[in-house]
């Protein structure tokens, strides 16, 4: 990559990776030699749970195909996030969209804007944080879930194990608490040292960005 690296994902079985910058996608993988694709303005890359990468632009949905990236539709986000089969899309208005692998719409629900979208393993649950707030969901299908976070978070882990999660309070807390997003079921714990890293969809391994690629992490 000739610029700057400006985001990463790694698939759910960690058997490859793509790293984007402002005018290419590039993947590895146990084949040895990485795949370039020339594309500007990407703007997040995710791998569903099938293990198939998505690509969004400021105005477009890609998905893997036969080696290539191809458009799925006109629909632009900011972060996206891997699921069963599909994907989910947050634009920078609060939209969140599952789409199915085909690029159909599944279901959308608006969110306050500016929030970080993330999936658990699986890919059977979605976690949107925004202002404090916590937004779960089934993946699939948006159905929303009844939860109340017991603070304003600023962050999470998710926990091996569907459905709970490691919150990080903000607003100066310094406390956390892990959290079952399907019970309710709440317990306080201790803050890891470091920012919360990502979980595979597959496997019980975290990632974390090293100076714009993905390495291990140790778990919270």
Excluded: H, N
């Excluded at 279901?107 to 993330?118: E, F, K, N, R």
């Excluded at 569907?162 to 607003?171: D, E, I, M, Q, T």
């Amino acid at each position: 990559m000739r610029g700057p690296r400006l985001g990463w994902a790694v698939a759910p079985d960690a058997s490859r990776a793509a790293i984007f910058d402002a005018q290419a996608v590039a993947v590895c993988g146990p084949q040895g030699r990485p795949s370039v694709s020339a594309l500007a303005g990407v703007t997040a890359l995710t791998f569903d749970g099938a293990g198939r990468l998505w690509v969004a632009t400021g105005e477009r949905l890609l998905r893997e195909e036969a080696g290539r990236l191809r458009a799925l539709g006109e629909l632009g986000a900011v972060a996206l996030a891997g699921q069963g089969e599909g994907v989910l899309a947050l634009d920078s208005k609060g939209q969140l969209i599952s789409v199915s692998p085909e690029g159909e719409v599944l279901a959308q629900v608006l969110l306050p804007p500016g929030g970080t979208l993330s999936v658990g393993p699986g890919g059977e649950l979605a976690v949107v944080l925004a202002e404090g707030g916590l937004w779960a969901f089934e993946a699939r299908t948006l159905t929303p879930l009844a939860v109340q976070a017991p603070c304003p978070v600023e962050g999470l882990w998710w926990l091996a194990g569907s459905g709970r999660v490691l919150l990080l309070c903000g607003a100066g807390a310094g406390e956390a608490y892990t959290f079952d997003l399907r019970g309710g079921g709440q317990e306080p714990a201790s803050r890891p040292p470091q920012p919360p890293a990502r979980l595979l969809l597959g496997r019980s391994l975290y990632v974390q960005g090293c100076e714009g690629l993905p390495c291990t992490a140790s778990p919270p």
